[in-house]
């Protein structure tokens, strides 16, 4: 299996992740939109054993943001590099953080009921009030 490289923005932790996300979104939760200072983030959902850091965990630092989500950071540049999600075992990888495109491309958007007013979806990829039926978590990503 191909394994995909990532890294924060100052470079200090470095991220390895197999190419077999299980699922992929763009999440448009208030959570997400506060992290990343964006509209929203794009991710992939992978079990957390195909998931490692290569470099510098001790500049990771780990936030609990939620009772199911553990947002795990760059302490030094402030980079949101991925969430545990401690209550199915997965990693929900930020893409934006990959060094390469991933297989599974993003296939839906999430959480779009807290969708920020000034961003407009203006693709054609199915929309989910809140997480997709049968993908995993329930709270948001
Ligand atoms: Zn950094
Ligand atoms: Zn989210």
Known sequence: MDMISGSCLCGRV???????FVYSG???CS?????????????????KALFSITKGEQHLKRFSRS?????????????????????TG?????????NSSPTR???????????????????????FSEFPPGAAPPDPV
């Open 14 to 20: 470095e991220f390895s992740v197999q190419d077999a």
């Open 90 to 98: 997965m990693v929900h990888v930020r893409y934006g953080a990959l």
């Open 26 to 28: 763009y999440c448009h």
């Open 67 to 87: 009772k199911d989500t553990v947002s795990c950071f760059c302490r030094l540049c402030g980079s949101t590099l991925y969430g545990e999600k401690p209550a």
């Open 31 to 47: 959570l997400c939109r506060k992290a990343s200072g964006a509209s929203g983030t794009a991710i992939g959902g992978i079990p």
């Open 105 to 127: 491309l993003p296939q839906a958007h999430m959480h779009v009921a807290s969708k920020a007013d000034w961003y407009e979806i203006s693709d054609t990829l199915p929309q």
